[in-house]
T-cell receptor, first 112, second 117 residues
Framework: QKEVEQNSGPLSVPEGAIASLNCTYSDRVSQSFFWYRQYSGKSPELIMSIYSNGDKEDGRFTAQLNKASQYVSLLIRDSQPSDSATYLCAVSRLRGNNRLAFGKGNQVVVIP | GAVVSQHPSRVICKSGTSVKIECRSLDFQATTMFWYRQFPKQSLMLMATSNEGSKATYEQGVEKDKFLINHASLTLSTLTVTSAHPEDSSFYIC?????????????FGNGTRLTVT
């Protein structure tokens, strides 16, 4: 079982719609969770970090964490063409621990 | 703040030669930096943890004699790919976090696209 799994294929959403991405992780004691956005040929940039169960909102982005079910999700509201990118879920075992395990990413395509 | 600079952004080298990639933290100090590799359509894979003033820690399956890491100061880590082969062609990305800021996420450099011919 992979440490971090993002299984869904490319996601196409119309402009203005909500894009929903999911991620599951295998290490039950993981404490830090991140979503990164990566444009083609570029390095990842941080979108959201979340450490506690529940929702965390930042602008058009909402991260949801459920440690009991070992999943973390990302919602993108009012999707824009500039949101078209690959979204990487990353998990680390300890808060403050730098060793991140990444999922393979989900490609999002926002259709104007 | 928390800018990580990586150089070069692209490099093409011939098989058998060595290539050095630099990673600098521009506005903060970092005792630890991380080197990742990403093949096309795949996720980031941690190669090694670079520790200022001591030996790097390599992930399983990563050859330490092939991927030389030097972390000579609190703002600079270098990765040297020795005797490069075409299969080493990849996107190499470094990352760091400000020293003493345990809860802040990692910041990534812009990456280096290595092509070995």
């Amino acid at each position: 079982q992979k440490e971090v799994e993002q299984n869904s294929g490319p996601l196409s959403v119309p402009e203005g719609a909500i894009a929903s991405l999911n991620c599951t992780y295998s290490d039950r004691v993981s404490q830090s969770f991140f979503w990164y956005r990566q444009y083609s040929g570029k390095s990842p940039e941080l979108i959201m970090s979340i450490y506690s169960n529940g929702d965390k909102e930042d602008g058009r982005f909402t991260a949801q964490l459920n440690k009991a079910s070992q999943y973390v999700s990302l919602l993108i509201r009012d999707s824009q063409p500039s949101d078209s990118a690959t979204y990487l879920c990353a998990v680390s075992r300890l808060r403050g621990n730098n060793r991140l395990a990444f999922g393979k990413g989900n490609q999002v395509v926002v259709i104007p | 703040g928390a800018v990580v600079s990586q150089h070069p952004s692209r490099v093409i080298c011939k098989s058998g030669t060595s290539v050095k990639i630099e990673c600098r933290s521009l506005d903060f100090q970092a005792t630890t930096m991380f080197w990742y590799r990403q093949f096309p359509k795949q996720s980031l894979m941690l190669m090694a943890t670079s520790n200022e003033g001591s030996k790097a820690t390599y992930e399983q399956g990563v050859e330490k004699d092939k991927f030389l890491i030097n972390h000579a100061s609190l703002t600079l880590s270098t990765l040297t790919v020795t005797s490069a082969h075409p299969e080493d062609s990849s996107f190499y990305i470094c990352s760091a976090r400000p020293q003493g800021s345990k809860d802040s996420p990692l910041h990534f450099g812009n990456g280096t696209r290595l092509t070995v011919t």
